[in-house]
Structure formats: C-alpha cells, structure tokens
C-alpha cells in the first residue's frame, strides 16, 4: 500500500506563493504519475497538475497555467506544488495523488479516477 502525505498548506493574500510537498512511502520509477487536486466547499474534487515519472512531462488546468508548477524528487520520494500568484478561487482542500503503472497519455489530463493512491488532503487559504 501506497501511502501519501501532504504539508505546506496554509493561509495567504491574494497574490502571495506556497509550495506544496508530498511525501510518498515508495520510490515511482519509469512507469508512474503524481499528481495534484483539490476540492473546494460544494465543488467537485477537480485535477490541477500532474506529473509523468517516466519522463518529466507535465500537465496544468487551465486556471493554474503559469501560476502553478508541479516537480517531483524521486530519489526522496516527494512531489512538490509550487503556487505562485495565488488568487481567491484557488480556496481548496488540495490532495496529493500517484498512481504506479501508467503511461504518458494516462496520467496526462487530471482525471482524478486514473489515480488509485491519495493523501489525507492539506487546506489552502487565499483572502482578498
């Protein structure tokens, strides 16, 4: 079993930046995807960012485009979201998520039901 564990949330202005991390009991090799999601009050848990651990690639919501910016260190395990620019609507419980086993075109596109490993969640907070 997988198991997931995010920090770095917190509360912020609008505008100002927080990085996510997400701390993963196994190392993914050439095969896997992380990824990040979030759900706000009354919303659908919606895909943010994901990343391809075979090669790198990368996939971003429209709305985070050029705010947001997903990386992952393999050799310790951890993914991270760095969030620039943060805006009101980015109010969320943000969770990690990784999946073993997956190709490029499977883990691009922020389908939340092509990842099978999630985090207990961690809130973010951007005031006006």
């Known amino acids: 079993q997988v198991q997931l564990v995010e920090s770095g949330g917190g509360s912020v202005q609008a505008g100002g930046s927080l990085r996510l991390s997400c701390a993963a009991s196994?190392?993914?090799?050439?095969?896997?995807?992380m990824g990040w999601f979030r759900q706000a009050p009354g919303k659908e848990r919606e895909g943010v960012a994901t990343?391809?651990?075979?090669?790198?690639?990368?996939w971003y919501a429209d709305s985070v485009k050029g705010r947001f910016t997903i990386s992952q260190d393999n050799a310790n395990k951890m993914s991270y979201l760095q969030m620039d620019s943060l805006k009101p609507e980015d109010n969320a419980v943000y969770y990690c998520?990784?999946?073993?086993?997956?190709?490029?075109?499977?883990?691009?596109?922020?389908?939340?039901?092509?990842?099978?490993?999630w985090g207990q969640g961690t809130q973010v907070t951007v005031s006006s």
């Open positions: 998520a990784a999946r073993i086993g997956a190709s490029r075109s499977t883990c691009s596109g922020g389908q939340s039901s092509r990842f099978f490993y």
């Open positions: 196994i190392i993914f090799y050439s095969d896997g995807c």
């Open positions: 990343i391809y651990t075979g090669g790198g690639q990368t």
